[in-house]
Each structure stands twice: as C-alpha cells, then as structure tokens.
Antibody, heavy 121, light 109 residues
Framework: EEQLVESGGGLAQPGGSLRLSCAAS????????MTWVRQAPGKGLEWVSS????????YYGDSVKGRFTISRDNSGNTLYLQMNSLRDEDTAIYYC??????????????WGQGTTVIVSS | QTVVTQEPSLTVSPGGTVTLTCASS?????????PNWFQQKPGQAPRALIY???KKHSWTPARFSGSLLGDKAALTLSGVQPEDEAEYYC?????????FGGGTKLTVL
C-alpha cells in the first residue's frame, strides 16, 4: 500500500524556522515527483512546492519562493520542506503528495494526512 | 496573478447529476493545463479523483467523470450518493506553477 506520513509540524515564532518531513512507503520513491500543498484554517488548498524524482528540479509558489526549500532523500524515501522566515500566514496544515508520474504537473495521487504548522508569537 | 474559478457551492439531489466547472483567468482550459480534481471531506486529507482531464485513479468511483466543457474543465457526478457531499477542488498547471481553484462545496440534499 502506498503511504505518506508527514511529521515536523508545530509552533514556531514569526521569523523562525521549521523542517517538515514526509516518509514514503509502498512505491519506488525516486520514480515519482513529490509535492507539498498547504491549507490555512478554513481556507482552500494552496500549492507550495514540487520536486522531480531525481531532486534536480524544484518549483515553488510565489508566496514561499526564497523562504522555503524542498528536497528529498531517495535512499531514505523521505521528502523534506525547510521553512525559513516564517510568517503568520504560513499557518496551515501541510500535506505531502505523491506525483501521479515523474512529472509534477500531471498532478498528485496519494496524499498524506498532513502536519500542522502554527506561526505565532 | 492567475486565478482559477469554481462555483462556490452547488446542491444536488441523491441520484441526480451535477457538473462542477473550473475556469482559468488566462482563457480557455486545454489539455496542456493537465486538469486534476480532488475531493475533501471535513477533517480529512484531500483525495485524488481525476487527472489529465479525464483519467481516473484506481479508486475513483465510476460515477465521477472529467472532461473539457467549452473553455473550462469539468467534473460530472452521475447518480450522486450521499457520501459525495464534500468540497471539490480543481488544479491547473501554468507552465511552472500549479494553481488550485477556490473549491466547490457540494451539498447532497
């Protein structure tokens, strides 16, 4: 069974940092693009970032560009999101999602249950 | 700024048919936007339903179908079930960025 489990969420101060992880199992991790999507309280889904299967190509939404970094460890089947210079508006549930193929723009199929990030002083 | 527009809310009777649409502020939605559709129920993670306009995942019920309708992407539910009550989001690709629609709250009444 294909599965994604996020971790690393929590409370951070404005201007602070957090690192999210997403442990993947049940599929050949390096073959698929991976994506982070977030959802602010009571709001819709927002694309955050995507990464190719090899990790050589990365893509970011405008709201996080220059502050967040996506990466992956294909030997450990883990996806990461390093979040720096956090703002109140980064408060959200962060989901990792498996790409439907090696190309991130095909969309996502399997989703994790999410990890909650709260940015507050 | 690119905006993807969905109907904020729709209501359908059990057993009925309903079509949700997904429009782009840049113009017509075509195959190059690789439209995706997701279902989200309260307190749950999103679940993928449709990718590349009309392709279904192995778990997608047969009553869900995707298409291009005029200049929009569309998700049609035929023979709606009570468990289909949920928020539905479309996702479009803009040559480097992915953009979600604002979501459609589907009520089955």
């Amino acid at each position: 069974e294909e599965q994604l489990v996020e971790s690393g969420g929590g409370l951070a101060q404005p201007g602070g940092s957090l690192r999210l992880s997403c442990a993947a199992s049940g599929f050949t991790f390096k073959t698929y693009a991976m994506t982070w999507v977030r959802q602010a309280p009571g709001k819709g889904l927002e694309w955050v970032s995507s990464i190719s299967g090899s990790g050589s190509s990365t893509y970011y939404g405008d709201s996080v560009k220059g502050r967040f970094t996506i990466s992956r460890d294909n030997s450990g089947n883990t996806l990461y999101l390093q979040m720096n210079s956090l703002r109140d508006e980064d408060t959200a549930i962060y989901y990792c999602a498996k790409g439907e193929s090696g190309n991130y723009f095909y969309g996502m199929d399997v989703w994790g249950q999410g990890t909650t990030v709260i940015v507050s002083s | 700024q690119t905006v993807v527009t969905q109907e904020p809310s729709l209501t359908v009777s059990p057993g009925g048919t309903v079509t949700l649409t997904c429009a782009s502020s840049t113009g017509a939605v075509t195959s190059g936007f690789y439209p995706n559709w997701f279902q989200q129920k309260p307190g749950q993670a999103p679940r993928a339903l449709i990718y590349s306009i009309s392709k279904k995942h192995s778990w997608t019920p047969a009553r869900f179908s995707g298409s291009l309708l005029g200049d929009k992407a569309a998700l049609t539910l035929s023979g709606v079930q009570p468990e289909d009550e949920a928020e539905y989001y479309c996702l479009l690709y803009y040559g480097g960025a992915l953009v979600f629609g604002g979501g459609t709250k589907l009520t089955v009444l």
